[in-house]
């Protein structure tokens, strides 16, 4: 139970992080599409939610891979936010100063849950004992 708990929680802090803004321009939210080098994060987040599933060692040593990868892929995207040139084109910029957002930390979060979810047994923390040796 907890494991698919820790799961739905994941998706869902990784879903509210293309919903949530990443920085901000005075009054301007900025998102992650409008980043320069978005579509790392999804494409890690996506490889990110499909290993998580597998149990076996291989691909639970490709899942923590994928976490890190995704971890990485928003901090890498995030670091653009100070390219204002990229977000708002050849147009006015802002003569604002820049802030990160909090979409990121629901990236990171996401990013963290899929991790422990790793850690957590399938079973909601139940686990059956082995067969008697004969």
């Not at 670091?79 to 990171?108: E, K, Q």
């Amino acid at each position: 139970m907890y494991h698919r708990a820790v799961q739905l929680l994941a998706v869902c802090a990784t879903a509210a992080a293309f919903l949530a803004p990443w920085a901000t321009y005075g009054a301007y939210d900025v998102t992650v599409t409008d980043l320069p080098g978005w579509p790392w994060y999804p494409a890690a987040a996506t490889v990110m939610h499909v290993l998580v599933h597998r149990r076996t060692t291989p691909w639970r040593i490709a899942s923590l891979v994928a976490c890190a990868a995704t971890l990485a892929a928003a901090l890498l995207v995030l670091s653009g936010y100070t390219d204002a040139a990229a977000i708002f084109g050849p147009g006015p910029i802002p003569m604002v100063w820049p802030r990160p957002s909090y979409g990121v930390l629901l990236a990171g979060t996401g990013a963290l849950l899929c991790a422990v979810t790793r850690r957590c047994p399938p079973s909601g923390g139940r686990t059956t004992p082995p067969p008697p040796a004969t």
